[in-house]
């Protein structure tokens, strides 16, 4: 062992301990879902992407196993040397019908499939112009692509801000191909991005548009086809990313768009050409996770009137939601330190909700996260609503 480098990891941990930054994940022993068992006790999950309940489905956990059965469990290779089976073939073509594009292709994961597509599409004459609230994977991938993108040099415009997208736009004449970035729902902010504008924006000034829907996938739209289709914008968006990881419940991502994008992407899609296929039992759960979502409108109703219920009872009892439209809803506490000590109080009334603090959101804007999804009953909420209001009561009035 190297101690230059152990000394190091150690240094830099003992800062992030220092800086109340430090991580260590809760131990989930149940099958996602409302309630679950973590750490050795039940407690209400609002803290998991599993917005439809697929990930413990009866219909898709028997698809799964019928799928072990029929194709074992690892796809043996990377897509184009011999690992594309019929499976990720099929869902693919179900992914293609349901976003109404011409093609999908599938990735191992959401992020993958953003350091996938953006290097693939950008050379160094292109610009990419971004919404600062951009996701991380977003950044990663555009950093691995030779085009300019810097906040510094002045091509990162404040969330929605259309004002400013439209003076990046007029000012980036001279680029080659320019791609204009965000996420369709922001994943801290739980707001919806102004595609409408952006896309009547890119159209004016000839740029393209990715949208990238981890957060709108099974959640807006039809039968939750992504933010595309909740603006009726088909046609209009050039790339969508969606996930397969949060509402469909299983684990993948993919790009949505033209035939030439995906054959594009089979060629230089870097994720695609050096990491293993999806295992063909997730490509089929997911087949049977788009059956339900396609056939079932209970899960994304449940989802709704949860969300609806969840946000107004939050909102009656005095807590800040920050104008979140979604599920993804904050409960904004700005101090970072109350954040932190207003989720461990939440966890020892039984509840699960993680506190969200710099960097991950700006400095004094910390919040806690709360994720109702279509797996939580009316009691769970209600549960829940009730530890949130003794907690700020016990943090408003520390003797009592
Ligand atoms: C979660 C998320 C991703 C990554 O998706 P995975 O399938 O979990 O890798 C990408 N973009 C956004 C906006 C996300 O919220």
Not at 81 to 103: C, N, P, Q, W, Y
Not at 165 to 173: A, C, S, V
Not at 214 to 223: D, F, M, P, Q
Request: glycine share 10%; with cysteine; aromatic share 8%.
């Amino acid at each position: 062992m190297n101690a230059e480098l152990q000394g190091w990891l150690g240094g830099q941990l003992e800062t992030l301990r220092d800086q109340n930054l430090y991580k260590k994940p809760r131990i989930l022993e149940s099958p996602a879902g409302g309630r679950v068992m973590m750490d050795g006790k039940e407690v209400v999950n609002l803290s998991s992407n599993n917005y439809l309940g697929l990930a413990n489905h009866p219909k898709v956990r028997q698809t799964a196993l019928e799928a072990i059965e029929k194709w074992g469990v690892g796809a043996g290779a990377v897509r184009w040397i011999g690992g594309t089976m019929s499976v990720h073939d099929e869902l693919e073509e179900r992914l293609a019908k349901f976003k109404k594009v011409e093609s999908v292709l599938a990735f191992t994961s959401g992020f993958t499939a953003n350091s996938g597509c953006i290097p693939a599409v950008l050379t160094d004459k292109d610009v990419v112009i971004s919404d600062e609230l951009n996701h991380a994977s977003i950044i990663d991938g555009v950093r691995l692509s030779p085009a300019r993108y810097k906040k510094s040099e002045g091509f990162v415009f404040g969330h929605k801000d259309m004002g400013q997208l439209e003076e990046i736009l007029t000012k980036t004449q001279n680029f080659e191909k320019r791609m204009i970035i965000t996420d369709g729902v922001f994943s801290m902010d739980g707001d919806i991005a102004p595609l409408p504008a952006i896309v009547e924006l890119a159209e004016k000034y000839n740029a393209f548009v990715m949208v990238d829907d981890a957060h709108a996938s099974g959640v807006l739209g039809k039968n939750g086809a992504g933010t595309a289709s909740h603006f009726d914008l088909y046609g209009r968006v050039d790339i969508q990313l969606g996930t397969l990881s949060k509402a469909l419940g299983a684990v993948g991502g993919y790009i949505a768009g033209s035939k030439n994008l995906k054959e594009w992407l089979i060629n230089r899609g870097r994720p695609y050409l050096f990491s293993t296929a999806l295992p063909p039992m997730v490509a089929a759960a997911l087949i049977a996770a788009l059956n339900v979502m396609e056939n079932d409108p209970e899960p994304m109703k449940r989802l709704w009137d949860n969300t609806r219920w969840w946000k107004n009872a939050l909102n009656e009892a005095g807590f800040d939601t920050m104008g979140s439209e979604t599920p993804i809803t904050p409960v904004y506490v700005g101090d970072e330190g109350e954040a932190q000590a207003m989720e461990r109080m939440l966890w020892d009334e039984g509840v699960y909700a993680l506190s969200i603090v710099f960097p991950t959101v700006g400095r004094g804007k910390a919040r806690i996260r709360t994720m109702p999804s279509a797996a939580h009953t009316q009691e769970d909420l209600e549960f829940a609503l009730d530890a949130f209001k003794r907690v700020r009561d016990r943090l408003s009035n520390p003797v009592a």
